[in-house]
């Protein structure tokens, strides 16, 4: 059994900079591909960012440039640093960590693919 805790999440200015923080309980090598969804009100969950376990990271295209995913495997913790950020980016951050996948799986970031998911973490972007 695996749990995900994240933190970090709080309000900021529009071009601003954020760090979310998210450590991996329990069977913490069970897990090999942790990532970064975000769901607004009225949209669907999607996925931000996702890094395996030999460290591969993936974006979605809307992150990209802007967004750094990073992990402390002696902390058993990831994180997701945000700079620039927008109005847009404004949303519930959760936190996700699978059953062993392939580095496929992980780069695709379906959430049917995420077993464990952490309470989420408000992030508030203000113009």
């Known amino acids: 059994q695996v749990t995900v805790v994240e933190s970090g999440g709080t309000s900021v200015e529009t071009g601003g900079s954020l760090r979310l923080s998210c450590r991996k309980f329990?069977?913490?090598?069970?897990?090999?591909?942790m990532a970064w969804f975000r769901q607004a009100p009225g949209k669907e969950r999607e996925g931000v960012a996702s890094?395996?376990?030999?460290?591969?990271?993936y974006y979605a295209d809307s992150v990209k440039g802007r967004f750094t995913i990073s992990q402390d495997k002696a902390e058993n913790t990831i994180y997701l640093q945000m700079n620039i950020l927008k109005p847009g980016d404004t949303a519930m951050y959760y936190c996700a960590a699978t059953d062993p996948v392939s580095g496929e799986k992980c780069t695709r970031m379906r959430t049917s693919d995420f077993r464990y998911w952490g309470q989420g973490t408000q992030v508030t972007v203000s113009s």
């Open positions: 329990g069977a913490v090598y069970h897990a090999n591909c």
């Open positions: 890094i395996y376990v030999v460290g591969s990271e």
